[in-house]
């Protein structure tokens, strides 16, 4: 079904709600306009009954200064159908209330928790409205309002956070963080146990919230890709990728085959490295230092091949609106070949051992369970949602740049019997997203191993004149932790008006909260590192 026969469908359902209902037919999105914002909560229920529409973001904007209002936007998509539908309300600058959506859709309660920290309006009927970013901001200070500056100068003034506190005979709590041993990026942990058994979690984050979506709107737009790729330097890739490709849906560009090309290529060496790391990283947590040493040194000869081709072990500088500034050309794509064949003959030599090793399986097996129905009502997606059934992967849904031209769905000759038995029981534990992470390596090498030659054409496709103020366009991508959505909305002589981040590590870091009851305390590094978060790319 293409995308006119998708909207189309959609169309039909959701036109008999009175709402204004625009059909963008050149793309994948409806855009619906309530006339009264408490439709929202019959409307999401409508959605989740009838298309089991997944919430993907929750967007506010002051427009104020156009219409005299906020405005919010629900996008909700689609894991079947390649489709979004954005659910816009208007909300007047004289009230600070908008219905809450907590209770059809749970996740929404940190979108709605975000939106009270950073432009003071309050989600009605959720239960729980506490700070969720700002920690040492007023009350009365919001800082993606229009009429905060970035010089306004801001006296610090904590907000109350107050812990659940969990009591009972024999419970004890444990503090973690925010400062760790080691060069982890900080975070709070507050453990309640009894004996070794983890009873209950509750984190906090935000310490190093870096206010990106506030200084994209100060700096011309080509500068906001180096921004871009610094909201988690491991997903350079992928987040500059999703906010060239937003620029370019707005602007209507059509970016060189070849350029598309080499954005899926260095896209899928960064999911290789980071792979091979977190799954280093989770054998080094549970005490088994030979694999996780292969698997680091795995990572090492990945990240030596990136600076070959881009300058950068992190991959920086790949990737500009309208296309791409490092090029490869056939030559370098033999060395990439000869390099993955290596590096994988050496990780399925690993892979054969840590198989056979029955303490380290053990180890894995049944620990940080996360049941499927919680999975969803958090919005999980990426590795952490695929392995117990839940397919969120952008590249499948959503195919976008140059993957509809790769076969995806082509099995990979190493998936023997015994690792489709572990996907197919579909327990979400550390052993299940272990083995969906090494059907994804083989996956990215299958993609990469697919291109024989480079596409004879430009690097890039100059954007020329203003962009129309106030359009907007999403774009989306699938990183090594899953989908990635970046919204932008064009103000004024190319300006960025406003610019919405939602990244996976945004959407799964409440996950651990739930995979970790009923394991104990030194459990805790290993569930952790098998989701594989980053601190940064939630603090935005």
């Known amino acids: 079904m293409n995308h006119k026969e998708t909207t189309k469908k959609y169309y039909l359902e959701l036109e008999k709600f009175d709402s204004d209902l625009k059909k963008l ?309 033999t060395c990439i070949h000869y390099v993955l064949d290596d590096a994988f003959q050496t990780f399925e030599k690993t892979f054969d051992l840590l198989k056979s090793n029955s303490s380290v399986m053990d180890r894995l097996r049944n620990t940080g369970i996360i049941e499927k129905q919680t999975a969803r009502d958090f919005g999980l997606v990426g590795i952490s949602s695929r392995c117990i059934g839940i397919e969120t992967d952008a590249r499948h849904t959503h195919p976008y740049g140059y993957y509809p031209s790769i076969n995806l769905k082509q099995k990979t000759p190493r998936e023997t019997m015994e690792h489709q038995v572990e996907l197919q029981k579909q327990i979400g534990d550390v052993l299940s997203r272990f083995m969906n992470r090494v059907n994804d390596l083989r996956q990215s090498k299958n993609i990469i191993d697919s291109i024989t030659t480079m596409e004879n054409d430009e690097l890039s496709i100059q954007m020329n004149g203003e962009l129309t103020p106030y359009s907007s366009g999403l774009g989306y991508t699938e990183s090594h932790r899953g989908e990635t959505l970046h919204w932008v909305m064009i103000g004024e002589h190319n300006s960025i008006f406003r610019y919405k981040i939602r990244t996976a590590s945004f959407s799964n870091w409440p996950i651990i909260e739930h995979a970790v009851l009923n394991n104990i305390v030194a459990d805790f590094p290993v569930i952790n590192k098998s989701f594989d978060f980053s601190y940064s790319g939630n603090d935005l």
């Open 25 to 333: 037919e050149s793309n994948n999105e409806l855009h619906l306009s309530l006339n009264d914002p408490y439709q929202l909560h019959d409307l999401c229920e409508f959605l989740k009954k009838n298309f089991e529409l997944r919430l993907l973001s929750i967007i506010c904007s002051d427009e104020q200064k156009l219409n005299g209002k906020f405005k919010i936007r629900h996008i909700f998509g689609s894991d079947v159908d390649d489709f979004f539908l954005f659910v816009i309300s208007s909300i007047d600058s004289s009230h600070i209330y908008f219905p809450s959506i907590y209770d059809v859709f749970p996740s929404s309660i940190l979108y709605e928790r975000e939106i009270n920290d950073m432009f003071g309006l309050i989600a009605k009927e959720n239960p729980n409205i506490k700070p969720l970013i700002l920690h040492d901001f007023p009350n009365d200070v919001f800082p993606l309002r229009k009429n905060f500056k970035l010089n306004n100068i801001v006296q610090g003034n904590l907000k109350q956070f107050e812990f659940t506190p969990i009591t009972g005979e024999g419970v004890c709590e444990i503090p973690v963080g925010p400062i760790h041993a080691g060069i982890i990026e900080p975070g709070h942990f507050r453990f309640s146990v009894v004996g070794e058994t983890i009873i209950n979690l509750e984190t906090r984050l935000g310490y190093t919230h870096k206010g990106i979506e506030k200084l994209a709107e100060s700096m011309p737009i080509n500068d906001v890709v180096f921004l871009s790729e610094r909201i988690s330097g491991d997903e350079s890739v992928a987040n500059s990728v999703a906010f060239c490709q937003a620029v370019e849906k707005i602007a209507q560009l059509t970016i060189p085959k070849k350029a598309q090309q080499i954005r899926l290529l260095f896209a899928e060496l960064e999911r290789i490295y980071n792979h091979f790391g977190t799954m280093g990283g989770i054998l080094a947590d549970i005490g088994f230092p030979y694999g996780a040493s292969r698997l680091n040194i795995l990572k090492e000869q990945m990240m030596q091949l990136n600076e070959k081709l881009s300058g950068s072990r992190i991959l920086f500088g790949i990737n500009q609106i309208g296309g791409v500034k490092a090029n490869i050309t056939d030559e370098m794509l």
